[in-house]
């Protein structure tokens, strides 16, 4: 495929369905992406992390995040992320799941992040669906390239829980299990 811009050869992008011109970087979609981002017009005060045009305010599924219309990433709080995934898998069965790799290429890409401007961390989400995220862990945001929030919502964990007998630690998300001392043992 060639640029509509340039006219310059256009390569995919990882293992999503959209190509990115590497003379001019301009991206095309021959598809609609499915990550449901809803643009709210008002300028985010924040540059993409990708192409460094402005974003602007947008909500996935209620929860507030800052989208690209260039490129169509998005980002978004980890908090907030994590409700948006929540919603969106509860939509999906394990019959829906993605199970293409990802493009190892992808791990090498190094943004700054567009709230402290060091560097985000690119990694395989631990969440399962086969996509490489970037997260600033100072900053507790998430950036996702267009299509990897439709990837990643596909994979839908199996509920496989093993409780422990006794608890040795408060757990992460405050319940009333009281955290036992190597004394409560003896």
Same mark, same amino acid.
């Given at each position: ?9 256009m ?8 190509? #990115?011109? %590497?003379?001019? %970087?301009s ?6 992406? !499915? ?8 300028p &985010? ?11 602007? %305010?947008?909500?996935?599924d ?9 490129c ?51 990694? &395989? ?5 086969? !996509? ?5 862990e #100072? ?10 929030? !439709? ?9 496989? #829980?093993?409780?422990? %007998? ?5 757990? #992460? ?14």
């Amino acid at each position: 495929m060639n640029c509509p811009s340039c006219g310059a050869a256009m390569e995919p992008v990882g293992n999503r369905r959209y190509f #990115r011109c %590497t003379h001019c %970087t301009s991206f095309e979609f021959p598809e609609e992406m !499915a990550d449901g981002v809803s643009p709210l017009g008002e300028p &985010a005060g924040i540059d993409c992390p990708v192409c460094a045009k402005p974003l602007q %305010t947008a909500a996935v599924d209620g929860e507030p995040v800052s989208y690209c219309e260039r490129c169509r990433g998005f980002l978004a709080a980890l908090d907030s992320f994590g409700r948006i995934l929540v919603k969106r898998r509860a939509l999906h069965g394990h019959n829906e799941q993605v199970v293409e790799p990802f493009n190892p290429e992808e791990l090498k890409r190094r943004l700054a992040c567009p709230a402290c401007h060091k560097g985000m961390d690119p990694h &395989a989400f631990c969440g399962g669906g086969n !996509a490489v995220v970037d997260t600033c862990e #100072r900053c507790n945001l998430i950036w996702l390239d267009a299509g990897e929030l !439709a990837v990643i919502e596909r994979f839908v964990p199996h509920e496989h #829980r093993i409780e422990p %007998t006794i608890p040795l630690a408060q757990p #992460r998300f405050g319940t009333d299990v009281p955290i036992l001392t190597l004394e409560d043992l003896i």
